[in-house]
C-alpha cells in the first residue's frame, strides 16, 4: 500500500469511528470513489486498535471506573461502578448476537450503495428529531435504568447495517430516553469499547487462520494515524456537544447521501 492509500484510509477510520456518520459506510466508499484495492485484514486490525486506544486515552477515567465495577462484579459486590460495568455488558449483547446470526448477510447482501444512501439520510433524519427533543433533557448516565440499557443495546445492533452509525444510533436513542447531548455521546463510546474490541479480536482471528501475522511498518502507521485523529475527533466532539447540537453532523450526513446518489444517478459508481 503506498503512503497515501495508509494515510486515508486510517483517518477515515479514525475520525468516523466515532462521530454519529458511520464509519462502515466511508470505509465501503473509499475504494469504490478512489478505485484502490480492499486494505485487507492486518490493515483492519490496525486502525482498530489505534481507535480503541483512542477511546481508552481519552476516557481513561471512566474505563477505571469501568475496571473497578468489573473486579466489584467478581467479587459478587454490588455498587455504582459494577452497576454501570454491567449495563455496558448487557448493551452490548445485541450486537454481539446480531453479529454472529447476521454475519454472512452483512457481508454480501447489506454493502450496496443504496442501502447506504438510505440509511444515512434516513438515520440522519431520526438523528435530528432526536437532538431537538433533547434541547432540555437533564438525563445523566448514572440516572440510566436497565430498560434504557437494554433499547440502546438493541439501537446498537442495528448498526451492523452500513450507513446507520454505530455512535449515531445509539447516541440518537440515549437522546430519546432523556439523555443530555454529552452524556449520550459519553455512553455511546464507552459502549464501544467492548463493541471495537470484539471487532478487532475477530479480524485478528482471521488473521492468525491466514498465517500472515507478520508486524509490519504500514501497518503500525495506520494504527498510530488512526489513533491520533480518532482521538483528536473525539476531543472536538466532547467539546462542541457542551455548547451546541448533533445538527451538523446531520447536515453532513444528508449531504453525503446526496452526493452518492447524484453519482448513482450518473453512473459514476454502482448502486
Same mark, same amino acid.
Given at each position: 500500500?503506498?503512503?497515501?492509500?495508509?494515510?486515508?484510509?486510517?483517518?477515515?477510520? $479514525?475520525?468516523? @469511528?466515532?462521530?454519529? +456518520?458511520?464509519?462502515?459506510?466511508? !470505509?465501503? *466508499? &473509499? =475504494?469504490?470513489?478512489?478505485?484502490?484495492?480492499?486494505?485487507?485484514?492486518?490493515?483492519?486490525?490496525?486502525?482498530?486498535?489505534?481507535?480503541?486506544?483512542?477511546?481508552i486515552t481519552y476516557f481513561h477515567r471512566d474505563v477505571l471506573y469501568l475496571v473497578r465495577g468489573g473486579f466489584q462484579v467478581l467479587g459478587l459486590k454490588y455498587g455504582s461502578e459494577a452497576r454501570l460495568a454491567l449495563q455496558i455488558v448487557v448493551a452490548t449483547i445485541p450486537v454481539v448476537i446480531a453479529g454472529f446470526l447476521m454475519k454472512d448477510l452483512i457481508a454480501t447482501q447489506l454493502r450496496s450503495t443504496t442501502l447506504i444512501i438510505g440509511t444515512t439520510a434516513g438515520f440522519g433524519l431520526l438523528l435530528a428529531l432526536a437532538d431537538w427533543r433533547a434541547q432540555k433533557a437533564e438525563g445523566t448516565?448514572?440516572?440510566? $435504568?436497565?430498560? @434504557?440499557?437494554?433499547? +440502546?443495546?438493541?439501537?446498537?445492533? !442495528?448498526? *451492523? &447495517? =452500513?450507513?446507520?452509525?454505530?455512535?449515531?444510533?445509539?447516541?440518537?436513542?440515549?437522546?430519546?430516553?432523556?439523555?443530555?447531548?454529552?452524556?449520550?455521546?459519553?455512553?455511546?463510546?464507552?459502549?464501544?469499547?467492548?463493541?471495537?474490541?470484539?471487532?478487532?479480536?475477530?479480524?485478528?482471528?482471521?488473521?492468525?487462520?491466514?498465517?500472515?501475522?507478520?508486524?509490519?511498518?504500514?501497518?503500525?502507521?495506520?494504527?498510530?494515524?488512526?489513533?491520533?485523529?480518532?482521538?483528536a475527533a473525539i476531543a472536538a466532539m466532547m467539546a462542541w456537544l457542551k455548547q451546541a447540537s448533533f445538527m451538523p453532523f446531520v447536515v453532513y450526513r444528508l449531504l453525503l447521501a446526496a452526493f452518492l446518489a447524484l453519482l448513482v444517478i450518473l453512473g459514476l459508481i454502482g448502486g
Amino acid at each position: 500500500m503506498d503512503i497515501l492509500q495508509i494515510f486515508v484510509l486510517a483517518v477515515v477510520q $479514525g475520525i468516523t @469511528e466515532f462521530l454519529p +456518520i458511520s464509519s462502515s459506510a466511508h !470505509l465501503i *466508499l &473509499v =475504494p469504490v470513489l478512489t478505485g484502490w484495492p480492499d486494505q485487507g485484514l492486518l490493515m483492519d486490525v490496525a486502525v482498530h486498535v489505534g481507535t480503541l486506544l483512542a477511546v481508552i486515552t481519552y476516557f481513561h477515567r471512566d474505563v477505571l471506573y469501568l475496571v473497578r465495577g468489573g473486579f466489584q462484579v467478581l467479587g459478587l459486590k454490588y455498587g455504582s461502578e459494577a452497576r454501570l460495568a454491567l449495563q455496558i455488558v448487557v448493551a452490548t449483547i445485541p450486537v454481539v448476537i446480531a453479529g454472529f446470526l447476521m454475519k454472512d448477510l452483512i457481508a454480501t447482501q447489506l454493502r450496496s450503495t443504496t442501502l447506504i444512501i438510505g440509511t444515512t439520510a434516513g438515520f440522519g433524519l431520526l438523528l435530528a428529531l432526536a437532538d431537538w427533543r433533547a434541547q432540555k433533557a437533564e438525563g445523566t448516565m448514572p440516572g440510566l $435504568g436497565w430498560r @434504557e440499557v437494554v433499547i +440502546i443495546g438493541l439501537a446498537q445492533a !442495528l448498526a *451492523l &447495517v =452500513p450507513g446507520v452509525s454505530r455512535s449515531g444510533i445509539t447516541i440518537t436513542a440515549a437522546l430519546f430516553l432523556g439523555l443530555r447531548r454529552t452524556e449520550a455521546a459519553r455512553f455511546s463510546l464507552l459502549l464501544s469499547i467492548p463493541t471495537t474490541l470484539a471487532a478487532g479480536t475477530l479480524a485478528g482471528l482471521e488473521l492468525a487462520d491466514t498465517g500472515d501475522v507478520a508486524l509490519q511498518l504500514d501497518a503500525v502507521l495506520a494504527g498510530f494515524l488512526a489513533f491520533v485523529s480518532a482521538l483528536a475527533a473525539i476531543a472536538a466532539m466532547m467539546a462542541w456537544l457542551k455548547q451546541a447540537s448533533f445538527m451538523p453532523f446531520v447536515v453532513y450526513r444528508l449531504l453525503l447521501a446526496a452526493f452518492l446518489a447524484l453519482l448513482v444517478i450518473l453512473g459514476l459508481i454502482g448502486g
